[in-house]
């Protein structure tokens, strides 16, 4: 068993202290953050494999009656980096910036409506590994594969869910298939 | 009444600037954290499981909304001097 960190997009949180009561009395690992535009909720979920954890935590969700739009990887800032890997935030910044270190550090990703600046803990795993600096986080790698599948299937579902009645016979099909 | 590396966790959000507001009659959602920077900074308002699984997990997600500030605050300060 390995433990698996990741983040689930959900709709509009009406109540954030009733939707989080639902959710806490359903399981023990998930934090919800939300309002009126939407949340999150933040897993660190033990499982076999990472699929069965991103899926069984959806299913969580969605009996505590969230609904789940996407699913995304463990994502960090360069704090949490330099918390991770127990080194200084400057020397971090050296790494990003490519003044100290191999070079090519992962990009960030800029969430929507946001400016923050996030990396993909498995692709920065990867790089401290091949810069002597660390090693591969194997849950992370894992869990930045599943989380792409899972949301390419919540997204198909929304589809199916959103397209008229005459088309989703053949796009249940095509999804079938 | 979460664990000790809750606590401390809470504490530091406190310490930071954070509005924490505890909930009462709820068997779980122990608290509400929102950020200093009001609802349209870096992160809608959180709530602070107390009866987590594990107790440095739940911590590590609060300790993490609170990089996420700091990580906002220092991206708007790079605007504003660039």
Redesign the interface.
Not at chain 2, 42 to 49: A, E, Q, V
Not at chain 2, 51 to 54: A, L
């Given at each position: 068993m390995s433990t698996y960190w990741f983040e689930l997009e959900v709709g509009p949180v009406g109540d954030l202290d009733e939707a989080a009561e639902q959710l806490y009395s359903l399981c023990g690992d998930g934090q919800l953050a939300g309002d009126e535009h939407g949340g999150t909720v933040v897993f660190s979920r033990e499982a076999l494999n990472a699929v069965t954890a991103i899926l069984s935590a959806i299913d969580d969700c969605e009996g505590s009656g969230l609904t789940v739009t996407g699913v995304m990887e463990d994502m960090v800032t360069a704090e949490d980096i330099a918390e991770k890997t127990s080194r200084s935030g400057q020397a971090v910044g050296h790494w990003i910036t490519g003044e100290r270190g191999p070079g090519d550090f992962p990009a960030p990703i800029i969430r929507r409506g946001s400016r923050v600046k996030l990396y993909s803990w498995a692709e920065v795993s990867f790089w401290l590994s091949i810069a002597g600096l660390g090693r591969i986080d194997s849950a992370a790698a894992e869990t930045a594969g599943g989380a792409v599948e899972v949301d390419a299937l919540l997204r198909a579902r929304k589809v199916l869910r959103d397209a008229p009645t005459a088309q989703r016979k053949a796009m249940v099909k095509l999804v079938d298939a | 009444m979460p664990g000790k590396h809750t606590r401390a966790a809470i504490k530091e959000l406190l310490d930071a600037g954070w509005q924490v507001t505890y909930?009462s009659a709820?068997?779980?959602?122990y608290a509400?954290a929102s950020c200093p920077g009001g609802?349209d900074c870096?992160?809608?308002?959180?709530?602070?499981?107390g009866?987590?699984?594990?107790d440095e997990?739940?911590a590590?997600?609060?300790?993490?909304?609170a990089?996420?500030h700091?990580?906002?605050v220092a991206?708007?300060q790079e605007?504003e001097g660039a």
């Open positions: - | 909930t709820r068997a779980h959602a509400r609802p870096c992160t809608p308002p959180f709530s602070i499981n009866t987590p699984d594990v997990h739940e590590e997600k609060i300790r993490r909304k990089r996420q700091h990580a906002k991206a708007r605007e």
